[in-house]
């Protein structure tokens, strides 16, 4: 099995473990605080996000690219000023932004956001800022040596500790009001990321191939170069991530004021904004742990290829994590199309919420492409061009939310609308950016015989659900109907020959088992 799939397949399966945590998580904090305290928690988190940002400035992606380049020439100085120079700017820029924000959250809650309640929520999240700069560092180093394991586990570990402490938070802080349990929420994240920094740590300690802290001070006063190649990757890779984290600041902002403008109460507005990003969005977003761990590996593999002039590899890798997706993806969108409204009663007793993700799960299937378009742009060192095309999709989407969301007809489903549009819009981008620096061949009648699959596969998870079993409990027909659709699509895939007897031998565990079940080469 090649490195990229091995790689792959460890962060897909991480991936599974953190999203069910995250998404237990997340079904934790909606019963202790109901709708309005969801919505101060997605209130705040943006903020933070827009912080570390600023703080990480892109290093991860290009910590990934350089590292894969030097191990591949087998120069490990190289490597340790990469990392040295790393953690110099990155320490640097957490001891300036931590106190700033905690300076700015009295005013940030109250002049910004249109519920001061929030102020809690950000001054306990705080304390993550200097702790996901390292990690991001250790994470990028391991990255770039295609050794997805330690990132893989600091994962899991991140979340097992965060839900360990998720209810005792919440439950404690309740009494004080729904805006300390927030707090609450927001100080076993910290305890969560610290758990994971400190994992890595440790395997770093182990398996570095070099001392770090010798001569630490001497390449980072001399690393000029290096940080210069860091940055011509690392500020266009921030840019992206600063324009989506400043759209999500903002967003929020934008989504009240224009429900205020409708006439929308205060507490309504926080509440419909929690249903939209607290109970919607994360189930669409659950099943995208696949194409983050393509995007993750396809960094180093596409970079070491590129590196060594190797188009031909550059170009399978893009195509496979492309069909990937799709396929990824399109099992997601119609499994999450069916079951919208069964899904939010049973995990949020919320039955409303199902409409968001019915009305968005068809376009999700182009927020499951961009991940790896994104990554293969940031290894072919396009960086600028993946930046240019993020700002663009969030213009939009910002326009969109101040147009749609501030008349009554559509009202907080608009800024539903604007995420969709500018999701199908960025992704769009990104491909006709790749296809400018390299020739990818499209197989359509893939594609098509995907999307059959995927509407036979939803008839039938529909007819499955609503007429089969309805003498079954919610609970059971969900997940009978879930894993139905799945072995529906799984079997339609490998009859077709969408997914092909040499993927399926590299499967670990089961991949002999199902290979002689598909027909085509």
């Keep these: ?70 191990t591949a020439r087998g120069d490990h100085q190289k490597t340790k000023r990469i990392l040295v120079v790393a953690l110099t700017v990155t320490g640097g820029l957490s001891a300036i932004f931590t106190p700033v924000l905690f300076l700015l959250a009295p005013y940030l809650s ?73 707090a609450g929420a927001m100080i076993a994240s910290v305890i969560g990321e610290l758990a994971s ?17 010798k001569k630490f001070l001497h390449y980072a006063a001399n690393g000029k170069d290096t940080l210069m190649e860091l940055l011509s990757i690392s500020i ?13 600041f903002v967003e929020p902002i934008v989504v009240a004021r224009s429900l205020a403008a409708a006439g929308v109460a205060t507490g309504v507005a926080t509440a419909q904004y929690g249903e939209l990003a607290g109970y919607a969005l994360p189930l669409l977003m ?27 590899q550059v170009v399978h890798r893009i195509q496979q994590s492309l069909r990937l997706s799709f396929l990824s993806g399109t099992l997601a969108v119609v499994v999450l199309f069916v079951l919208a409204h069964p899904i939010m ?5 919320n039955e409303h919420a199902g409409i968001y993700v019915q009305f968005m799960a068809p376009f999700f299937i182009f927020f499951f492409y961009q991940g790896p378009l994104n990554s293969a742009l940031q290894a072919l060192n396009m960086a600028k061009a993946a930046m240019f095309n993020s700002i663009i999709g969030s213009l939009t989407k910002i326009i969109l939310i101040m147009t749609l969301v501030a008349q009554p ?78 072995g529906i699509f799984l079997a339609g895939s490998m009859l077709t020959g969408i997914v092909r007897r040499d993927e399926i031998r590299r499967l670990p565990f089961i991949g002999r088992l199902l290979a002689p079940l598909t027909p085509f080469k």
Aim: glycine content about 6%; charged content about 10%.
């Design 236 to 248: 266009p890779a921030t840019g992206s991530r600063m324009v989506g984290s400043i759209t999500w």
């Design 110 to 182: 109250t002049h910004v956001f249109t519920d001061s309640r929030t102020y809690y929520p950000l001054i306990a999240i705080i304390p993550i800022i200097p702790i996901a700069a390292i990690s991001a560092v250790l994470r990028g180093y391991f990255q770039g040596r295609q050794n997805m394991k330690p990132h893989a586990i600091s994962m899991v570990v991140e979340q097992v500790v965060r839900i360990s402490m998720i209810a005792a938070f919440t439950k404690a802080f309740l009494p004080y009001g729904i805006e300390y349990a927030a």
């Design 197 to 213: 920094l400190l994992y890595l740590m440790l395997m770093f300690k182990l398996r570095k191939p070099f001392r770090l802290r």
């Design 409 to 486: 007809s559509f009202g907080i489903m608009g800024a539903a609308i604007a995420i969709c549009v500018s999701t199908v819009l960025v992704t769009l981008l990104h491909f006709a950016t790749v296809m400018k620096k390299v020739h990818l061949t499209i197989y359509l009648h893939e594609y098509l015989m995907a999307l059959i699959v995927m509407v036979i596969t939803g008839i039938l998870g529909h007819m499955l659900y609503f007429n089969w079993l309805t003498d079954v409990p919610a609970i059971n027909r969900i997940l009978l109907s879930a894993a139905f659709m799945g």
């Design 1 to 70: 099995m090649s490195s990229f799939i091995r790689g792959t397949v460890i962060l897909m399966i991480a991936g599974l473990i953190t999203r069910a945590l995250g998404f237990l998580n997340r079904i934790v904090i909606a019963r202790f605080i109901g709708e309005e305290g969801v919505g101060l928690y997605m209130m705040a988190l943006p903020s933070l996000f827009l912080v570390i940002a600023a703080v990480q400035l892109g290093m991860p992606i290009a910590i990934s690219k350089f590292v894969a380049e030097a």
């Design 345 to 349: 009663e049973a995990v949020y007793h």
């Design 286 to 312: 659950l099943p995208s742990f696949i194409t983050i761990s393509l995007g993750v590996s396809l960094v180093p593999a596409v970079s070491e290829a590129y590196s060594k002039g190797n188009i031909k």
